[in-house]
């Protein structure tokens, strides 16, 4: 199929233009003004619009194999597509969970249907019990580049220490904490602060992340491994990590857009769609987290997106599960509160969402410039259209976002993936 994406404005890691472009057999064949279509081509008009490389999510959970019920490779393909993503990195948390090749082969078959190239995360402890390694070497081997035990943290620093030197030897791997001290966030729901005594509810303790970044950037610094800091919500640990930059430490990391929009204030309904490890924190927290995308410390933004069906999301406090839904929300989430405020400006937000996550995933197809000869995976977005997040209008399995009625700027027009329009003026077509 043929395309002409028409009348848009290229933003991508070269600058910004007005310019069509014109893709042919999943490639762009040609970028700049005035362009006709090739014969047979579909018009995508894009007035109005950024003509960007598609989105690329370092954090998705897709549930399957095992949580079918919350997701699945399919229906969170379907939400990243319309999310302006074109890839997106499962994460490993699944039943069972991705520690064997069988299963990253399973991830990727069932990847391959879905409207989202879906590339696997790996375990780095066997079961994510943070026992004994997982077979890094031949997960490697099968593309993984991305290894967390993510939903839980690696608690043990030798352990730690020994996945990092381990890694060192494996091209483009990269080691992504979850960072949460288990004995100091042990029985906690939420943020520890005035909200959780006001509530009763038992908390966890900013410190229980910024202990373990701390640690990893010490142990990045012993083994030369990479380590990439996963959902970072504490003001402290943003602290940590820009000093590490500071040093050259090979250290990189990720904020989900609820530690840039929510406080620890919106649990004072006991609502759990308001509970997410790591737990909404406070405005200062916020503040630093912004800084950070803004000054260069925090390289990505990315999603989180952990669907879990209504029945469990609808029980107390206390017993739900943690996690919220994003895919379909970060894009209008980074304009509204970050691009719109002139916190960013485009070009940088587009870059956390799309060629800076790109590069730590060692994702070389996707977040590249917007240029003859390179894949066509594209994401159009209309940065003015006005939007309110209505739950059961989302293409997730899932229902539990926490933005229910908020009223957003940005959204997805057309996504492109391989040259294919998989969303189409803000329609998925498969
Ligand atoms: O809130 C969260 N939910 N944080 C995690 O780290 C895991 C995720 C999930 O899998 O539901």
Not at 130 to 138: C, K, Q, R, S, T
């Amino acid at each position: 199929m043929n395309l002409l994406i028409h009348g848009g404005t290229v933003i991508d890691v070269d600058g910004s233009r007005r310019a069509d472009v014109v893709v042919e057999d999943g490639v762009i064949a040609e970028v700049g003004e005035n362009l006709s279509a090739p014969s047979g081509a579909t018009v995508l008009e894009a007035d109005g619009c950024i003509v960007s490389p598609g989105f690329v999510d370092l954090h998705t959970h897709l549930r399957e194999p095992g949580g079918e019920d919350a997701e699945t490779i399919e229906t969170g393909g379907r939400a990243g597509a319309l999310g302006g993503y074109t890839a997106l990195v499962a994460m490993p948390n699944t039943n069972p969970p991705i520690d064997t090749a069988a299963v990253v082969e399973q991830v990727h078959r069932a990847g391959r249907a879905a409207p989202c190239h879906v590339v696997s995360s790996g375990c780095i402890t066997k079961g994510r019990a943070g026992e004994e390694l997982a077979p890094l070497g031949e997960l490697h081997g099968l593309g993984v580049r991305i290894f967390t035990d993510d939903g839980t943290c690696v608690g043990d620093a030798g352990l730690m220490r020994r996945a990092l030197e381990y890694a060192r030897a494996l091209p483009g791997a990269v080691l992504a904490q979850h960072c949460e001290d288990p004995q100091l966030a042990r029985g906690g729901h939420m943020n520890e602060g005035a909200w959780s005594s006001r509530l009763g509810i038992p908390g966890m303790p900013a410190e229980a992340e910024s202990v373990v970044v701390a640690r990893d950037i010490a142990l990045a610094a012993l083994t030369g491994g990479r380590v990439h800091f996963l959902h970072l919500s504490s003001a402290t640990s943003v602290e940590l990590v820009r000093a590490a930059k500071a040093r050259g430490l090979a250290v990189t990391a990720e904020a989900a857009p609820h530690h840039f929009t929510l406080t620890d204030s919106l649990c004072c309904g006991y609502d759990p769609l308001y509970k997410v490890n790591p737990p909404l924190r406070t405005d200062s927290d916020i503040k630093a987290v912004k800084e950070g995308l803004a000054d260069g410390t925090i390289d990505a933004i990315a999603t989180d997106h952990a669907p879990h069906p209504a029945q469990e999301k609808e029980r107390p406090f206390d017993e739900a599960p943690p996690g919220m839904l994003g895919l379909e929300t970060a894009l209008a989430l980074t304009l509204t509160e970050l691009v719109v405020p002139g916190l960013l400006d485009l070009p940088k937000a587009i870059a956390l969402l799309s060629w800076q996550p790109a590069r730590i995933a060692g994702l070389s197809e996707h977040g590249g410039p917007i240029a003859a000869g390179r894949p066509a995976h594209i994401a159009v977005f209309d940065p003015a259209a006005f939007w309110e997040v209505d739950p059961t209008k989302l293409a997730s399995r899932s229902r539990n976002t926490p933005y229910a009625g908020r009223k957003l700027t940005g959204k997805v027009r057309h996504t492109i993936l391989a040259g294919e329009p998989v969303v189409r003026d803000g329609q998925a077509q498969r």
